[in-house]
């Protein structure tokens, strides 16, 4: 007991004189939260996007079944080399494979540089007003 006659806490310190935090806290004002910005969301810009990547969705297929059709062209290629014949015999059906290839992956390349552009173009339109 202290010299008042109140019971003091094991800190010292009398209840009476100094509040509790959960107190403070409560009796607190509350803080206004930041005020954001809405989004600035360019409706033209998300729908070239979304037009752009479904014809790069298309083109990734076509380009996947092409790829398909020149897979099968080389696993022909090596059963014929397998069954031991004469590479110089089938010269033109490895021609016409790699070359078929050759073309798929340039216009996968192509597909691929159209659809960056669309981003690149859209993302220079609007400078850097982000």
């Known amino acids: 007991m202290s010299k008042d006659g109140k019971q003091k806490r094991r800190g010292g310190k009398s209840r009476e004189t100094e509040p509790r935090r959960g107190t403070l806290r409560r009796e607190a004002l509350p803080t ?41 062209k080389l ?23 790699a070359q078929e290839c050759r073309v798929t992956f340039a216009r996968g390349r192509k597909t691929l540089g159209d659809f960056k552009e669309v981003f690149t173009k ?4 609007s400078g850097s007003g982000r």
């Open 32 to 72: 206004p939260l930041p005020r954001h910005r809405p989004p600035t969301i360019n409706d033209k810009k998300m729908a070239s996007r979304l037009a752009a990547a479904a014809e790069f969705a298309a083109a990734l297929e076509n380009d996947e079944a092409e790829l398909r059709k020149s897979r099968l």
């Open 75 to 97: 696993d022909e290629i090596v059963h014929l080399l397998n069954s031991g014949t004469d590479p110089a015999s089938i010269m033109n059906i490895i021609e016409s494979a």
């Open 122 to 125: 859209d993302d220079e339109a």
